[in-house]
């Protein structure tokens, strides 16, 4: 492979360009109009615009990316995450142009881009799963129907999903109908597909994944789990890796799980398999994300794989470099997602211009970012600006890390969820790695958030009081010789 | 010894500290830009971005706080009740981020009942039911089917 173009943007597309441009490679980048000044753009050797904002019309046209790939003699595309990392037809249209597709097979991002599919080919490896539907709704009637049959929370999920759009839990049978429509609706214009499948919402729940690299010579190993379940709308916010609860026992249990998993699709390829698990530690097949995951960066931190470079080995037609037998766990792990959002109301989109920007450095800490001082965080895309990982020999010492890097970032011009990492870190369920995907919801509520943040001012405000009371002192100190006269 | 507090606002909150409160405070180290105190044996630093009279700006692990000793002439004016009291109806429905109008269903005289749907405004391909948190009269439908909006705009205006 001597050029390949990356078909996304932001801190994916640099951070994927990177890793190519190490192994000698030239990269191409793609943008939408206003994209332009990007740093993907000014990164790669060769950019070309794909057109006006709607995804629809830029990072989603597989026409026009592809004949410009003809055009400048790209022999890989690389897809990231998001967009058309799992579209089949395109990776079917990519390989059928002559080019290199990097990333599994069109037939297995078929089978795992369905979650049905997926649990009807796993069910022959013995892997647990979740009780639901096996079949995909689109009916109200129906849907409501099946939602009674399993009995409330249920969980309703886009069939072509993934990233938490068109997902939606429903506690009880008042709310169903109306999040039922918005989860169609949102599929619909999420994924041009509105069927849904129902299943029953284990509470409690952690969400754990196991990361997984695949060649095409049939060899597969694991590279251990990330821990992903502090979420806010079931989107994950802050991931580590390896997991703070895990048995050396359970981790060979679902690392040997997910390579079933991955051989049942004759997977190639990093793709990472989902895994729901239970209080008791007892583990169930969620889906298999046949893709680079955004969390990607705490598998590599642990394991001194870079997962970029090795997927283009795998698309070069390699073998693993990997053994199972070599892999083992250095350290912890910890990343959170930033995002243009505000924690204290309720993680809401809030982008802007930024209007000071520095990152934080140091040993262990990585940041994954795509932004400089002066930009605008568009409103057409994902509001995530960076993900930030930090590494330490044992997990207190990486939240430690992860504690003065959130300090030492500063963004200014809009809300982020730095402020958030910080609470999580500080937290003592975190802290002691006793959480589910509830956390959130058990302890940052709108009414807890706010009092939270009421606790940050008071210490703001006692530490401008006693400057205010110091300085005062210091100015009043002449008066001193006025004072045995005031006694008087 | 008078009861006089000293009221300070921080991002929004109101605090009021007694002159004993305030003695209590240990203060570990200071100069002109770093303070460092001690309250209930819990110890915390800050940096003092900027000063002007008795408005801070105050960083404490990486956040800015927006902080205001308030001087004994607010207090007097706070006390004789001229802050306005709070209203409990909304005269506007505004946006509460940058967005797009993917549904609403409204005309001007139209009767919503609280916890009515408005409209659907999709952010970030997510879609958010905007609602009414109290019984209202439309009086003008300010944003159309398919508008981006930003945040703050006026989506309704309300009787």
């Not at chain 1, 849904?196 to 969400?207: D, L, M, N, T």
């Not at chain 2, 999709?122 to 003008?140: C, F």
Request: with cysteine; glycine share 8%; net charge negative.
């Amino acid at each position: 492979m001597k050029k390949i173009l990356v078909a996304n943007r932001g801190e994916i597309a640099l951070r994927i360009m990177k890793s190519i441009k190490k192994m000698g490679i030239k990269t191409v980048a793609v943008y939408s109009e206003p994209d332009k000044q990007a740093l993907h753009v000014q990164y790669a050797d060769e950019a070309v615009c794909l057109g006006e904002a709607a995804s629809a019309k830029s990072y989603l046209n597989m026409d026009k990316i592809i004949d410009y790939a003809k055009k400048l003699g790209v022999d890989g595309i690389h897809p990231g995450y998001g967009f058309l990392s799992e579209n089949a037809v395109f990776a079917e249209k990519v390989e059928a142009a002559g080019i290199t597709f990097i990333g599994p097979t069109p037939e297995a991002i078929t089978l795992m881009g369905s979650k049905l599919a997926a649990k009807d080919c796993v069910k022959h490896y013995n892997i647990p799963m979740v009780p639901g539907v096996d079949h995909a709704i689109d009916d109200i009637a129906e849907a409501k129907k099946v939602a009674e049959e399993i009995g409330f929370p249920i969980l309703i999920k886009a069939s072509a999903g993934g990233g938490g759009k068109g997902m939606r839990i429903v506690e009880k049978q008042e709310e169903f109908v109306e999040q039922m429509e918005r989860a169609i609706s949102e599929a619909v214009s999420a994924f041009g597909d509105g069927s849904v499948f129902i299943e029953k919402y284990v509470s409690s729940p952690r969400h754990i994944e196991v990361q997984v690299l695949g060649d095409k010579h049939g060899n597969i190993v694991h590279l251990f789990e990330r821990e992903c379940s502090i979420q806010r709308r079931h989107q994950k916010v802050i991931e580590e890796a390896p997991s703070g609860i895990l048995t050396p026992e359970k981790r060979q249990a679902m690392g040997e799980a997910a390579v079933k998993v991955a051989k049942s699709c004759n997977y190639v390829g990093a793709g990472t398999v989902e895994f729901l698990v239970d209080a008791n530690l007892d583990f169930y097949f969620l889906e298999m994300n046949t893709r680079l995951q955004v969390e990607h960066p705490v598998t590599e931190m642990i394991t001194g794989i870079d997962l970029v470079e090795e997927q283009i080995r795998i698309a070069r037609g390699e073998k693993l470099r990997i053994k199972q037998e070599d892999l083992k766990i250095n350290g912890h792990a910890m990343e959170l997602r930033v995002y243009a959002e505000d924690p204290l109301n309720e993680f809401l989109p809030s982008v802007g211009h930024i209007n000071r920007y520095v990152r934080p450095t140091g040993d262990g800490v990585r940041l994954d970012d795509a932004y400089e001082e002066g930009m605008e965080i568009p409103i057409f895309y994902d509001p995530m600006i960076a993900k930030l990982a930090t590494h330490g020999p044992t997990r207190i010492e990486a939240i430690q890390k992860m504690k003065q890097a959130i300090a030492d970032y500063e963004i200014e011009g809009f809300a982020t969820t730095l402020p958030f990492g910080t609470f999580v870190m500080d937290h003592p369920a975190f802290i002691s790695a006793q959480f589910d995907t509830h956390f959130v919801k058990n302890y940052f509520s709108k009414e807890q958030s706010v009092e939270w943040q009421k606790g940050k001012a008071r210490k703001a405000a006692l530490l401008a009081l006693a400057h205010w009371k110091s300085r005062k002192n210091i100015i009043k100190a002449p008066e001193v010789s006025n004072f045995s006269w005031k006694k008087r | 010894m008078s009861e006089q507090k000293i009221v300070v606002n921080s991002e929004g909150f109101e605090f009021a500290f007694s002159e004993e409160e305030i003695d209590a405070i240990e203060i570990l180290k200071t100069d002109e830009e770093n303070i460092s105190i001690v309250e209930n044996s819990e110890s915390y630093s800050g940096t003092i971005e900027s000063k002007e009279g008795r408005n801070y700006r105050v960083k404490m692990g990486g956040e800015d706080f927006v902080v205001k000793i308030k001087n004994s002439l607010d207090q007097i004016i706070d006390n004789m009740g001229l802050s306005k009291p709070k209203t409990h109806k909304l005269k506007s429905i505004k946006a509460p981020m940058p967005g797009l109008v993917i549904e609403i269903n409204l005309v001007e005289g139209q009767e919503v009942k609280e916890n009515e749907k408005l409209l659907i405004l999709e952010a970030m391909k997510m879609e958010n039911v905007i609602k009414i948190p109290h019984d209202a009269i439309i009086k003008k439908v300010c944003v159309g089917k398919g508008q981006a909006v930003d945040k703050g705009q006026v989506l309704i205006e309300l009787e």
